[in-house]
Antibody, heavy 121, light 109 residues
Framework: QVQLQESGPGLVKPSETLSLTCTVS????????WSWIRQPPGQGLEWMGY???????NYNPSLKSRVTISLDTSKKQFSLRLTSVTAADTAVYYC???????????????WGQGTLVTVSS | EVVLTQSPATLSLSPGERATLSCRAS??????LAWYQQKPGQAPRLLIY???NRATGIPARFSGSGSGTDFTLTISGLEPEDFAVYYC???????????FGGGTKVEIK
């Protein structure tokens, strides 16, 4: 059974870079779309981007200039970097596996438990 | 950019009742739509993909329908554990610009 676990600092200062890592256990890292999704407190979900096993990436246009997602297959980890953060980036950050069925998807299953990142000085 | 609008924002029902949740897309997404359930303090869980296919382990009381711009998630008889927030998610043309709806909260009446 695949499990995902986020790790990284829970507090980041404004204008600095937020960095998180997701570790995948119990399954293969091949052929999936490894994704980051965030949720500000009390609000809805926002897809940030994904990286495919092949290395190709796709980002939310609203974040594209600030987001980088990378993959380390040897460690079965993928990472998120978000630059120039502000208070508006305070959120629970989830990593998730994106699954494609035929030509549809990716659909997110499973998700990590999420990690709260607060942007504050 | 495809915008997903969910309605109602809140649905107040009693256990055993039928819940009908709506998700409307600003343009056609074919059947490229999924539904998720999120309970307080937990990560979302995939319920339905391709508009009408149940994910692994999802009870039969959950069903999805629709195509194009109008979609529905139906819970045929609410169990106590079904009171939660539900989100729809679409995948547009490839490479996809993914997005979620704003959510519907199903609360106990």
């Amino acid at each position: 059974q695949v499990q995902l676990q986020e790790s990284g600092p829970g507090l980041v200062k404004p204008s600095e870079t937020l960095s998180l890592t997701c570790t995948v256990s119990g399954g293969s890292i091949s052929s999936y779309y490894w994704s980051w999704i965030r949720q500000p407190p009390g609000q809805g979900l926002e897809w940030m981007g994904y990286i495919h096993y092949s290395g190709s990436t796709n980002y939310n246009p609203s974040l594209k200039s600030r987001v980088t997602i990378s993959l380390d297959t040897s460690k079965k980890q993928f990472s998120l970097r978000l630059t120039s953060v502000t208070a508006a980036d305070t959120a629970v950050y989830y990593c998730a596996r994106g699954v494609v069925y035929g030509i549809t998807g990716p659909w997110f299953d499973p998700w990590g438990q999420g990690t709260l990142v607060t942007v504050s000085s | 950019e495809v915008v997903l609008t969910q309605s109602p924002a809140t649905l107040s029902l009693s256990p055993g009742e039928r819940a009908t949740l709506s998700c409307r897309a600003s343009q056609s997404v074919s059947n490229y739509l999924a539904w998720y359930q999120q309970k307080p303090g937990q990560a979302p869980r995939l319920l339905i993909y391709d508009a009408s296919n149940r994910a692994t382990g999802i009870p039969a009381r959950f069903s999805g329908s629709g195509s194009g711009t109008d979609f529905t998630l139906t819970i045929s008889g609410l169990e106590p554990e079904d009171f939660a927030v539900y989100y729809c998610q679409q995948r547009g043309n490839w490479p996809p610009e993914l997005s979620f709806g704003g959510g519907t909260k199903v609360e106990i009446k």
